[in-house]
């Protein structure tokens, strides 16, 4: 049997409506929520003395559920169908004198001005707004506006919506212009297989007498975990906090029919601050083999770990999840921001909303294990927080890493995943003649700010591959006692062209840095320091280096370029586009000399650009050679102008040895894992 209009303007229709309820019969029809989902909102607004209005009420059960659980009796329900006005008093009259049923237009309503305390829509809003044209819009405000008139001051419109944005936006401009209090409440669910996968919710409209002048809105949103309203301060950002549940909702009816073929993720917000708390993956791994206890598990990231291969990849994790050995991982990072205290917390604070992302299948009570790396949730200690004009906010901040050492990090907050400069911290010695303190097994701390750099250790693959590249430099004299004149593009933390510095003890380094709060950051934080040698240079990389090839050629024997792109709609975000251009390419090997090196950091998602990008170098640079960084996206790019320079990787092999042994000759800490050998033996030709 068709119930559903051939046109939703035929919603407002009184003959549509006639011809439903008749087709219908006395079933009663429910556009959503349930009563017993929506008592708890209604008891909050709904005393049992108002006087309530419901508008388009359908056959809807909804008034006659109020009146005989005794929340209200005096209650006046209207609709613009004759039909149905009259099945609902032939069913109700009798059985619950004190409640009315009347045909009436709520566009055109006979009541008084301020009749009634509390007025009460439950989908009729929704009904008659189903597009953005005039006539609409005009229908939509003179229901409004009757709903105005009727109501008292202090008065509630309670309209039941599923919020499609057009709807919820329409709403809470309207009245929160009219100076009225607008609530957004998200309703419970029951658990129950839902007519629809879109949670409902209330807006209740609150109102107050006009202030002339006065711009001041009150808008709120509540969830049922919250205690109390979150107060946004626009409209926009109400609508985008209703989006927010909306995805929630349709993720988590996603994850509970099949296992998903893709990582699902989401963030879980603070309620008092609404800034993310937790970040969620959602893992499948269909190859493990299910029993009882391994269909779900819930792993939480150690804080300042985030960033590794294994938590901060989708490959990453799948290998976490399939090693774990269970058939669905919901790994979960914690955000710098947040305080937390401990593993106990975190589990009593997620166990609620996780167990909505558990597969389909999961027996019910059944015990989800929480899991991490050493049984505690790591250590994160945020030392300083700064903005810049051009890097935007950042964060310095240390970690503790999986082998009980700190690290020092810079990250920029515009892509908070992506650890920007990286240093390691020694361990404090004790003062001469006090014994080494016992270790705290209470509670790991973090070092104190002015703990020292491990000017030694480079943490990044990439900046050792960097490094090894410079075996490549065809001078006579042997590395690192060579002179050498090294131009580093890109300073950040300042952790390789220190590295450079300390261990080529005859090398002359330039480094330039476009942004002034980067030298800040890496005197202050990092142990940065220039002197005869290291000088820095506050200036554009583009522009330094065409002024260099004007002014004076072939002077570098080693360029390093290790920039970081700003602009997050290109596939590449290291390095910016034009510093890959042919043009100025050309400058580079303008100022490198005939047997130098050119190092380039590559970090290429988009694999057409990446091939662009190399046909280019190949173009300026006749020999390339390219080293990929493991479970990284990162590849390192050594281009020479001098094709006789070519060495086979045999060669390249013996000479990374050497400069190996004369580095640790140098009275430097040496450490084992930069294996420049290795660097260079999976070392490929373009």
Known sequence: MELLPRSPREFGSARYWDRFFRQRGQRPFEWYGAFPELCPVLLKYVRPRDKVLVVGCGNSELSEQMYDTGMCEDIVNIDISDAVIRQMQERSTSKRPKMRYLQMDMLHMDFPDAHFQVALDKGTLDAILTDDEEVTLAKVDRMFAEISRVLQVGGRYLCVSLAQAHVLKKAVEYFSQEGWVVRVHEVASSGDKQQFVLPVFVYVMTKFRKIPGSALQILEICSEEQDKPLRLESTERLVEAVKDRQHYALLCSQVSKAPCGEQLSLDLCDK???????????????AVKLSRDNRFAIFIIPQGRETEWLFGTEEGRRQLAASAGFGRLVTVALHREQHYEGMASIQAELSGKVMELAPPGLPARQQVPFLSVGGDIGVRKVWHCGTSPLSGEFVVEDVKGNDACYFRRLVFLSNRNVVQSEARLLAPAPPPGQKKRKKDKKKPCPAEPLMAIDKSYL????????????????????????????????????????????????????????????????????????????????????????????????????????????????????????????????????????????????????????????????????????????????????????????????????????????????????????????????????
């Open 272 to 286: 008092a601050s609404g800034r993310p708390r937790y970040t969620l993956h959602v893992v499948d791994s269909p």
């Open 459 to 686: 943490c990044c693959e990439h900046h050792k591959a960097m490094v090894a590249g410079l075996c490549l430099l065809g001078s006579s004299d042997p590395l690192p006692g060579a002179p050498v004149a090294v131009l580093v593009v890109g300073l950040g933390g300042g952790s390789l062209p220190l590295f450079v510095h300390d261990y080529f003890p005859q090398a002359r380094v330039a480094v330039v840095e476009i942004d002034p709060s980067m030298l800040e950051v890496a005197t202050r934080w990092f142990g940065f320091s220039q002197d005869d040698r290291m000088q820095v240079h506050i200036a554009d990389g583009l522009d330094h280096v065409a002024k260099l090839a004007a002014e004076a050629p072939a002077q570098y024997d080693a360029i390093m370029f290790d920039v970081d792109s700003k602009d997050l709609t290109v596939g590449m975000s290291c390095p910016p586009l034009a510093f890959v251009e042919k043009p100025f390419l050309e400058k580079v090997k303008t100022i490198l000399k005939p047997e130098g090196v050119f190092v380039l950091n590559l970090v290429c998602r988009d694999a057409q650009l990446k091939e662009s990008v190399l046909a280019t170098l190949r173009e300026v640079f006749p020999l390339l050679y390219a080293r990929r960084i493991d479970e990284e996206v990162n590849e390192i790019l050594f281009c020479q102008p001098n094709p006789k320079s070519r060495r086979d990787p045999v060669e390249l092999t013996v000479l990374a040895q050497a400069l190996e042994g004369s580095m640790q000759q140098l009275g430097h800490s040496w450490d084992s894992s930069y294996a420049l050998a290795d660097m260079l033996q999976a070392i490929t030709i373009l």
